[in-house]
């Protein structure tokens, strides 16, 4: 069948592998031939999806699940270090540490991931390509090849940039709780604009040495695929405008909640919790780079324990012994160092997090309230919309109180059936195989001009 053999390639990052396997999985059984490519740790995230993997590496810049824990080179746990200290000065503090970083390390090894895809073209002749947008490296050599591919975007639609005004690592738009002075956000503009000349010359050096017949984007940012792009985002009304070449995606969440199984032993962690049920679940989860900061969970915490009927379980990652210790004498609070997320959603009442995507979408599906603490990166477009959406609230974790925590946690709680309505019309009929069934109704057309916009 045109079009059905499929390699999946993901960075290695969990919070981007993990969603991308569930749609390599759902591409397998609409009947795609897939393969899963990612650094060799994931090799059993592709066995628990029942698809072929590919070991695929590239980069120093990892994280398996806790991020301080990973293995690392030296570059990238100096990087995470510095980025973590950045998210405690603010918001502005932090997107400007993650610009100066992009800026340092763009464009790791180029002529080797290219020799990579090349050896993994010619081996495993796929018809088609499913590649994050943000590995970056990989488009390159996918559009410098030629070859065909559809992109995934795994954070906020606006990392897929288009038109003036728009820069990689610029928030399109904020929450109420965070909006920056406009002189901080004229420093940070010029940084990502700076960024985006770079790295577009970069894009346009390396393809005039290794496939000079290939067009040069306007923004290297803004390579995507001419085809099609997936979203891991509901189509919200407002979003930042898009490109309007490819078939625009939008699969909801990509995820698992709803079949997950929650393993025995978790169910009854949850429900000596719980008390069998008699009190509400709160997950506090801050994904798998931001549980290091222990000082805000800690905040979280001493407030949730304020708010009648309620257990709190926390995922605390490499910082779980200090937590755990700081409420050793609270009954009603449980500390892990990870947790089975999507499993438990079906059984917990509210969550609180870090405006992440996945976190975001994950609740959606699950119908679960939130509230929002975002750090960095595109969490301050996602928690805008959450807000804007009706589906949780949004703090501002540099200026957090417990208070703060007791108001809007009960808040949630008293509006869950509402939110639970809201998020299912935001998602109705989408998930992992809606976005499957898309992305093989666009790719098994016939391989259409390259439409990728080129510089003038």
Known sequence: ???????????????????????????????????????????????????????????????????????????GARRLAEFLDATRAGAVPALLAQARHRRADMLPDPEGVLASVRALDDRLRPDWYLVDQLA??????????????????????????????RF???????????RPAEEDLAGLRAEVEANDRLFTELFARF????????????SAFGLTSPEAVLFNYPDLRWLPPLPPAPARLFAGHCSDVGDARLPEEWAGRVDRLTGGGRRRLV?????????????VLSTVVRGLVEVPGVAVLVAAG????????????????????QVPQRALLPRTSAVVHHAGNNSFTECL????????????????????????????????????????VVHAVTDVLARAHEIRDAAHRLLAGRGPHHAARGLLSVMRRPSPIDAVSVQT
């Open 1 to 75: 069948m045109v079009g059905s053999r499929v390699v999946v390639v993901s960075p290695p990052f969990a919070s981007h592998a993990r969603p991308m396997a569930t749609v390599a999985a759902a591409l397998a059984a609409e009947g795609a031939d897939v393969t899963f490519a990612c650094a060799p740790a994931f090799a059993e995230l592709a066995l628990e999806h029942g698809l072929p993997f590919e070991p695929f590496a590239f980069g120093d810049n990892a994280n398996t699940g806790i991020a301080e824990r990973t293995r690392q080179e030296a570059a």
């Open 136 to 165: 970056y490296a990989v488009t390159l050599a996918v559009h410098a090849l030629g070859r065909r591919w559809a992109a995934y975007c795994p954070g906020h639609p606006g990392y897929v940039i288009d038109g003036p005004g």
């Open 168 to 178: 990689f690592g610029l928030p399109p738009y904020w929450p109420r709780a965070l």
């Open 207 to 218: 393809l005039a040495e290794h496939a000079p017949g290939r067009p040069v984007p306007r």
């Open 283 to 295: 997950l506090v989860s801050f994904g798998t780079f931001l549980s290091a900061r222990d000082d």
């Open 318 to 337: 490499n910082r779980t012994a200090s937590v755990r210790a700081a409420f050793a004498a609270e009954p009603r609070v449980e500390v892990a160092d």
């Open 365 to 404: 599906a699950a119908g679960v309230p939130a509230v929002a603490l975002p750090f960095s990166s595109d969490q301050f477009a996602v928690a805008h919309d959450l807000e804007r959406s009706g589906t949780g609230s949004v703090l501002d974790p540099h200026r957090l109180t417990p208070q703060a």
